[in-house]
């Protein structure tokens, strides 16, 4: 039998042009592409496992994905230089590869580094918490175009950001998110939430997120809500209902995917990876 | 005949999708989108001057235009309020007409704001000075696709932002920039280029240039320049007879356009715009 290797890839993009994550037939999408240009430079069929499934215009910076692929397959890349050349040479090329399919001058996405790893990593069930961001503008100076792809404008109308942080803190820590989430079947919706920071710089507002892992569109209904207390359509108490009594009716309203971007994920060392892999499979049947 | 007033336009634009600032027939460009979509609102053709006139994929943050309107135009847009309020509802009802022809959420134009000004004003001939910035980055984090539309990679070789500087200070004062531009029939290519600063933030190198004007793809030749200096592809005393030998002979390489943005234009109090106008006119029979 030919030996495997199994590699972490770390991946960014412009989520814009892409239908999302999740490889569609007919549809381009980050995962379709990455795997088509893999498959081509590799010349063996790559299937990816990735670490957060980005909905369609929603963007990466530190993305991470898995592979298992044959070592004949990374060997015959280089045939001058050691393994370390191969993986450099398996990223250049695929890089391309996918830029020829963009249509911005440098691509929209590409795989920032190649690691060979051992098969105890995953890039889903191993990874301890999923970062995000996500940019916002307000006020007089108006919607800015040239931040037409990476940050909502919420309006004329200022955000305030101090009643934003105090509805924030309510939502920090283990609760069951279902007024946040498009739940699956058979999947849960409890979630541990470690931090909400949000940070203005003049009409620029930042959210920063970090959890175990966030159900579907959970970010961006947590943004909705906190720009709905920041323009004080919704008050404190309705924050605090939404938490304690979880519930799809009158569930939060979702925020434009184009601000969002994931921005990294944590992993365990490289000894807890199995461990981290068993947990994380017996606490959830489905998770993003 | 019926009363005529002037415009002055601040407008804003991402200029990836547009084939640049000038009107071309078939194509999309900010003079063309703006002018159709002032013309549907007024009801009434309009015709733009512009301060700066950029190339196809260049952005602007701060881009002045005027146009003359026939003062009902402007009066039958609000029946109820004042002129300042026509003005706020003439920019709000031309950027809801901008943004369905763009394929970014928010549009990728928009008039920022629009005042009254008197017919001694001119975008273009009353500029004291034009203000473009340059963002570039380099080195072994790799091309970063999020600022796909907006920053130049230069590849995984760091510029040496010391040897750009002291090449920066040769350009700077008045020259004859033949080797940087691409010469019009009966225009001189004489300039006055204030100030070239060149700032490092870890990867992302951000060049700002301020001059009188600057002929045809002025800018872009400089950041060429530079960059070929950065990589130590050339030396100093090859930006030396740049200057000191004005020639489109061995001229200096062109930086692509989607990391240039104009920033802003300068311009005298409103008393000094006639004797601006008339001096400009007099200096260049065609500018940038």
Redesign the interface.
Known sequence: MATVVRLRLTI???G?AFHGWAAQPGLRTVQGELETALTTVLRHPVALTVAGRTDAGV?A?HQVAHCDIPADALAQITRAGGPSDALVSLCRRV?ALTART?D???????I?SAQIVDQTFDARFCALTRHYAYQLSDGS??????Q???V??TGDRVLEVNAMEEAANVLVGEHDFLSFCKPREGATTIRTLHKVEIARDNDHIRIALSADAFCHSMVRSIVGALVDIGLRRKKQDWMERLVAEPSRIGAAPVA?A?GL?LIGIDYPPPADWKRQQQKTRRLRTLDR
Do not use: Q, S
Request: no cysteine; charged share 10%; net charge positive.
């Open positions: 960014a993009y412009l814009t963007h910076r890089n963009a911005v001058p440098g691509g929209d996405v590409v920032r100076t108006g919607y800015n175009p040239l037409a792809h990476t909502w404008w434009p184009h971007t």
